[in-house]
């Protein structure tokens, strides 16, 4: 009886979040923001993709984090070590950001002075899955050590992200994690075929320059719309 | 306001799982079975180390293994592919276990025929770590790649564990992940003073036995009562 009652919880949880997303959305539209999802596991290489990504576009386009933790602020401290504004949300226990969150996160921001807002979100391929945030573009991570396998586990994460940054390729030739690129390709394109992939290591920056510019060119194109 | 409802929720539903997970730690004990939780992150090895675990424990103790996931079957088909006996729940987009899924789990294995069950729990840091499932015996696992940072971002899931596994120790060598196993083991002890630590590679075996051991005198002592 458990399961049947927290279902119909989470969707009215649902319906409202997805109303603020909407209006969030509108809200960005309008301010010109173009604000980018980043979800995966822990320990994925989120913060480090952040930060070589920024090193990329920051000639180009004025960009800004917030980075979500169920606690601590230390990615927070680094991409702010870096010169670039940043939002720590401590989500006290919470699995996930939903868009009233992310709303509250913009608020500290000078989304004047921006023009695209990367959230960080918590270390979680579940629950992050099921919550618009209200950004225009949904980008996920999985990193060689975690397996070519996980489309077959957490396949609603693959199914509604727009790009999949395939991240510490640096450890394939050490051939630890027979982690096989052609089959996540495949296992990943039957549940999503329209996704974008991208081969990167955040760490020697490889791949990370290709990525990069399609992301300026996606962001400079909502900007001149 | 979404906040406030979503956490009186939760209460409700965690009093009712106390309760089952209770009544089930007390059937266990009347059918001798010591049941264990063993949690991680996705990837981190959580299938491997079973089998190897068991493996060890196999000429004295008899095994079987509730896997979970929210789609797919291929963690129970690896397992029941070693001829151990395997169930896979699949929790249909749920990001945990709770004891009443644990329970139905349990009822499709001959408890009679066996002294350890081992819970796979759904790949996630974070919500599994609020949930009793009944068993006798909390486990996580980290593994290298995922970063020594992780109890700064995941303090529940290492506050509560009984033992932690640090797994894919082979990887330290190739000096990929900047990983300081030192400075893992003071942030875990400075939230879990008591936790048991030991430092694995499921991949190629080291230090298994060493937790295999320390594992099959915790159920024994269990099983002897």
Redesign the interface.
Known sequence: M??V??IE?AED?HA??ELVARELRIRLGDEKVFLVNLMS???SGKTRTILRTIEELQTQLRCGVIEA????K??AEAVAAEGISAVQLNTG???HL?A?MVAQGLDQLELADLDVVVIEN??????PA?FDTGAMLKVMIL?V???D??P?????MFSLCDVLLVN?I??LE?D?SDFDVAKLRERVRKLNPEIEIFEISA?TGEGVGEWAGWLSREAKRFLAD
């Open positions: 458990d399961e009652r927290l919880i949880i409202d979040n596991a822990p320990g933790d169920i606690d601590s230390v990615d226990g919470f699995c939903d009233t918590v270390g979680n391929l579940v629950c099921e990193s050590p975690e397996g396998d996980k077959l586990k957490y396949p609603l510490k640096d450890y050490f630890l760490k």
